[in-house]
């Protein structure tokens, strides 16, 4: 079997080298590479533009696989002349072509969808604080006046989908969204937890210096779904109100600091950083006091359990898939309470809450890793049967 795997998804996206997806992608690639199955080739395609990691090329290479530059021929060439059985995509989006047409096309095509985000969670009025500038101002406020039509185009899009390939879903929140929305897809869902990305090798050492220890943590600050404007006014409001709460907070990807300065009275206690290096963020989860990630929706939800394989205690959201991964691990808040909020993390001082959740964090990283390795060697026999 001629087998085509997606190495574009490990590229960047929109200017962003390191996401979510991405790191998803190399880590199913990595198990595929380390596969033995036999009659199995593997071809690999990627985009000539973009830069792709020479480590992922030279295994494909020492495997006898082909890497396949789709700036070169168009996704239906690719399929035709290198008599592809199977397609595998991590991401259905930012591929280099309209992924749609890659349906009519006489091959197999298996996807994973993470989510269904763009049907879950409408952006509302209150997206727009996150956005810098008045020409992104104005392009998601379009988007919100035209929701219902985005909404229904994006709908529209996952019933192709649903109908042509077969899906991968990478929590049991994400296959029932799918069962939730589409009621007349009776096909099978197979559920592949997001594999560990924790122990991926690589040589990204930190070029930043981390002067800080036991310091509340948010990530992705720009991003409105992340909601870290709520938890960092109750972490504000905490310390006006608590003197002897004496740690600071760092928020990770945040472009512009005014956005979140111009709401708080104790600006000296934030400490803001854009875009950090994979080994930097390494850093902030051992050195974190606590993980606050407030999110009001994720697929599976990658940082609540990178931040419990280093024992670091997390606040989290209960929305979509959280706690089904996180369990009873994590102390939860509703997201859209700042009063609420406030309280989990008064919660935290107290140190028979703390050590709980900071043991029950380890046992849970240990029981879904456990669950993260089997998923992948089924996913990567599911891909070569």
């Known amino acids: 079997m001629n087998l085509l795997f997606d190495l574009i998804a490990t590229q960047p996206i929109m200017g962003e080298k390191v996401h979510g997806g991405g790191k998803y992608a190399i880590k199913i690639f990595?198990?595929?590479?380390?596969?033995?199955?036999?009659?199995?080739?593997?071809?690999?395609?990627?985009?000539?533009?973009?830069?792709?990691?020479?480590?992922?090329?030279?295994?494909?290479?020492?495997?006898?696989?082909?890497?396949?530059d789709i700036r070169k021929q168009t996704i239906k060439e690719v399929i035709v002349n290198n008599q592809i059985n199977r397609c595998y995509f991590a991401l259905t989006h930012n591929?280099?072509?309209?992924?749609?047409?890659?349906?009519?096309?006489?091959?197999?095509?298996?996807?994973?969808?993470?989510?269904?985000?763009?049907?879950?969670?409408?952006?509302?009025?209150?997206?727009?604080?996150?956005?810098?500038?008045?020409?992104?101002?104005?392009?998601?406020?379009?988007?919100?006046?035209?929701?219902?039509?985005?909404?229904?185009?994006?709908?529209?899009?996952?019933?192709?989908?649903?109908?042509?390939?077969?899906?991968?879903?990478?929590?049991?929140?994400?296959?029932?969204?799918?069962?939730?929305?589409?009621?007349?897809?009776?096909?099978?869902?197979?559920?592949?937890?997001?594999?560990?990305?924790?122990?991926?090798?690589?040589?990204?050492?930190?070029?930043?210096?981390?002067?800080?220890?036991?310091?509340?943590?948010?990530?992705?600050?720009?991003?409105?779904?992340?909601?870290?404007?709520?938890?960092a006014i109750a972490l504000d409001q905490l310390f006006t109100e608590n003197k002897e709460l004496t740690r600071k907070v760092i928020i990770t990807g945040v472009a512009n600091k005014n956005f979140y300065l111009k709401h708080l009275k104790n600006p000296e206690r934030f400490i803001f950083y854009d875009f950090v290096s994979e080994g930097f963020l390494k850093l902030l989860f051992k050195n974190a006091f606590s993980l606050i990630y407030m999110s009001l929706n994720e697929g599976f939800g990658y940082p609540p359990i990178e931040a419990m394989k280093y024992g670091t205690p997390v606040i989290a959201s209960p929305f979509t898939s959280i706690y089904e991964i996180c369990g009873i691990a994590a102390s939860y808040s509703n997201p859209y309470a700042v009063q609420e909020i406030k309280n989990r993390i008064l919660q935290l001082e107290d140190p028979a809450i703390y050590n709980s959740l900071k043991e029950n964090g380890l046992n849970r990283f240990d029981v879904i890793n456990s669950i993260q390795k089997s998923h992948l060697e089924s996913m990567v026999e599911y891909l070569c049967a």
């Open 30 to 68: 990595l198990e595929l590479m380390k596969s033995e199955k036999p009659g199995i080739r593997i071809f690999a395609l990627f985009d000539s533009k973009m830069p792709v990691d020479a480590n992922l090329t030279k295994l494909l290479e020492e495997r006898g696989g082909v890497l396949v």
């Open 95 to 231: 591929i280099g072509f309209n992924f749609l047409e890659l349906l009519d096309i006489d091959c197999e095509t298996v996807t994973t969808i993470h989510g269904l985000r763009d049907l879950e969670l409408i952006p509302g009025v209150d997206s727009l604080k996150y956005i810098n500038g008045l020409q992104g101002k104005l392009k998601a406020l379009a988007k919100i006046v035209l929701r219902k039509r985005l909404y229904n185009k994006k709908y529209s899009y996952y019933s192709k989908l649903l109908e042509k390939a077969k899906i991968i879903t990478v929590s049991n929140h994400s296959k029932f969204a799918i069962k939730a929305y589409y009621p007349e897809y009776k096909q099978d869902i197979n559920v592949f937890y997001s594999p560990d990305v924790t122990d991926i090798d690589n040589n990204d050492e930190p070029e930043e210096t981390l002067n800080e220890r036991g310091y509340y943590l948010l990530l992705n600050g720009n991003r409105w779904i992340k909601n870290n404007l709520r938890s």
